[in-house]
């Protein structure tokens, strides 16, 4: 993260490790196939989120790094929650967020893909019990259901359903990509 002002910019997992960053790519295109293995394991994802992606936040570490994402908490508080308690217009405010939040559903609705986060190494076919149920309502508009987690290995479970290590977001290279 940088601060200039009172902006900051944030860097993806795939910038920090010079990665491709094709997942969203991948898992749209019809014709690709997901199969990703890791070596990451479950304390070098704690790490990842602990770190973040702020260039700022990368390059510090312990006490260094917890005073920078302090001083991100303390400038969004001053900017972005002090704005908010302005709003005068409160009727205008809940339109606005029920029209933003009726288009998000849209959007997913439009794409019918799904990803859930899990803090396992094991997915289980239990698991997949909500992307199932999706699948079924959605039918041939169901793209895939991804289980994103901790383990090693990508694994089917069912056609269009996949467990995906964590990492597949920032190492899966883009369809056509080297």
Do not use: C
């Not at 001083?71 to 606005?96: F, K, T």
């Not at 933003?100 to 997949?128: C, H, I, M, Y």
């Not at 895939?144 to 290995?153: D, F, I, S, V």
């Amino acid at each position: 993260m940088l601060a200039t002002g009172s902006s900051w910019v944030h860097v993806f997992q795939g910038e920090i490790d010079d990665a491709p960053d094709g997942f969203v790519d991948a898992i749209l295109d019809p014709d690709t196939e997901i199969r990703h293995d890791s070596n990451l394991a479950r304390r070098d994802y704690v790490e990842r989120v602990v770190r973040g992606g702020f260039p700022e936040a990368v390059a510090r570490e312990g006490r260094r790094r917890r005073s920078f994402h302090d001083a991100y908490v303390a400038d969004l508080i001053n900017r972005d929650v002090v704005q908010l308690s302005e709003i005068q217009h409160g009727r205008e405010m809940r339109r606005l967020l029920n029209l933003v939040a009726a288009r998000s559903g849209q959007l997913l609705q439009q794409a019918n893909l799904a990803a859930l986060l899990k803090a396992s190494s094991t997915p289980r076919a239990e698991d997949f019990r909500g992307l199932r149920h999706l699948q079924e309502r959605t039918g041939d508009d169901f793209l895939g259901g991804y289980l994103l987690h901790t383990g090693p290995r990508t694994i089917s479970f069912g056609p269009k359903l996949r467990a995906v290590p964590i990492s597949a977001l920032w190492e899966t290279a883009a369809p056509g990509d080297p």
